[in-house]
């Protein structure tokens, strides 16, 4: 919204600091920014960090990314956004296990850790427990073995699941129909009632036309 109120012909920092802001949110919220927000000619060469650093979270490689968080620090402090670039570390880690789960049917948890740049196989462990519990990943850990084993991911469309899911979008738009036909209804005997009155309304004209015509009557009398 920002960007879109602001002048386009001035305000350029301004305009960078929000398109700055705009793809480290977009990273933030798992989303890859468009290769066309970097190859606009007056703000290539500045947004050229950021660029590398959403190639480091969309490759889930936690070494280029560190590689990248040092490479440019004094450039992401200037922008006042280190504090915001770090916590992409967690999206980081989520990509690369993404990618080791649909690479690997089973992988033991110390190769898990080497391919993310762990510290060790537990804390490969903590990491695969809570992205499974997130729902990031769909696998099981064997904790006797010390492997992570991926679940079979089935077609959904071999299932009922799709025949399901357009019921229910029926079922809603009927609802929507009915309660639609049931708020244009009028309520019992408003027509019965409707009708009585204004019979009652065409009787009083009539006695007010009989007694104008008697009067006219009279008068001719």
Request: aromatic share 6%; charged share 30%.
């Amino acid at each position: 919204m920002a960007a879109r109120k602001a002048p386009q012909e001035t305000a350029r920092g301004f305009n960078l600091t929000v398109q700055k802001l705009i793809i480290i949110v977009q990273l933030l919220m798992g989303d890859i920014p468009e290769r066309s927000i970097f190859n606009a000619p007056e703000t290539r060469n500045l947004l050229k960090p950021y660029l590398a650093l959403t190639q480091a979270v969309r490759t889930g490689d936690l070494h280029e990314f560190s590689q990248v968080c040092e490479k440019y620090r004094e450039t992401f402090l200037a922008d006042k956004n280190l504090t915001l670039i770090l916590r992409l570390g967690h999206n980081v880690l989520k990509i690369g296990l993404r990618k080791i789960s649909v690479s690997y049917s089973r992988i033991s948890l110390a190769d898990v850790a080497n391919k993310l740049q762990l510290s060790s196989a537990r804390a490969a462990e903590y990491v695969c427990a809570r992205a499974i519990k997130d729902g990031v990943i769909e696998a099981t850990i064997d904790h006797e073995n010390g492997w992570l084993a991926s679940n079979d991911r089935a077609d959904v469309y071999s299932t009922e699941e799709p025949q399901k899911a357009f019921h229910r979008r029926i079922v809603f738009c009927l609802d929507v129909h009915n309660e639609a036909v049931k708020a244009m209804t009028y309520p019992p005997d408003a027509y019965k009632k409707e009708l009585a009155g204004k019979g009652k309304a065409d009787d009083e004209k009539s006695i007010e036309e009989l007694i104008k015509e008697m009067e006219d009557d009279m008068e001719d009398l």
